[in-house]
Structure formats: structure tokens, C-alpha cells
Nanobody, 127 residues
């Protein structure tokens, strides 16, 4: 099992900044991609940014240059730094992590794919 704990959401004025964090814990063998998605009221969940284990990042055009994704591979943590926030970026932000679980059994150690989501953290941009 892999648990994701998100933090850093809140209320901020337009033009302000927030930094979200998401820490993964559990029987993690390796992590491939860590990312952030968001879901605004009445809309579908959409990609914000992802970061691979190889260091490649992908950021949605709507936030490029304002939002930055970082990984701390030692702590299995991913961050989303959000700057110049706009009211339209109000949403619940979800962390997503995938990789390999480590499973220990009588026959030894094996691995299984996992794809986990955080519980979501609310970001509200309003004056």
C-alpha cells in the first residue's frame, strides 16, 4: 500500500503564491511519475504538471511559467510551486504517484505496479 499526504492548500489573494507538497510512504520499491492534477467545480479533473524519475517535467500551457513542479526523490515528495495565482486556478488539487510496490513473501521479494492518488487539497484564489 502507498499513502499520499498532501498539504499546502488554502486561501490566497490574486497574484499571490502557494506551495503544495505531497509525500508518499509505504512499501515503495521505486517511483516513476509524480504529478499534480486539479478539478474545479463542475469541471473534469485535468493535468497541471508531472515529473518523471528521469527528471523530465511536463506543465500545462495554462500555468506554464507560473507553476513549477519539483521532486525530492530521497523523501519521495513532490512539490508544486504556484505563483501569480488567478481566480480561475481555484480548484481541488490532487497528487498522483505511480511506480513499483515491494512485496515480501515466503518466496522472496516481488514487485507490483501501483498508481495512487492523494485526498486532494483545496486552493482558493479570491480577494
Amino acid at each position: 500500500q502507498v499513502q499520499l499526504v498532501e498539504s499546502g492548500g488554502g486561501l490566497v489573494q490574486p497574484g499571490g503564491s502557494l506551495k503544495l507538497s505531497c509525500a508518499a510512504s509505504g512499501s515503495i520499491g521505486s517511483i516513476n511519475t509524480m504529478g499534480w492534477y486539479r478539478q474545479a467545480p463542475g469541471k473534469q479533473r485535468e493535468l497541471v504538471a508531472t515529473a518523471t524519475s528521469g527528471g523530465n517535467t511536463n506543465t500545462d500551457d495554462s500555468v506554464k511559467g507560473r507553476f513549477f513542479i519539483f521532486r525530492d526523490n530521497y523523501r519521495n515528495t513532490v512539490y508544486l510551486e504556484m505563483n501569480s495565482l488567478k481566480p480561475e486556478t481555484t480548484a481541488v488539487y490532487y497528487c498522483s504517484v505511480n511506480g513499483l510496490l515491494t512485496i515480501s513473501g515466503r518466496s522472496g521479494v516481488s514487485f507490483r505496479d501501483f498508481d495512487s492518488w492523494g485526498q486532494g487539497t483545496q486552493v482558493t484564489v479570491s480577494s
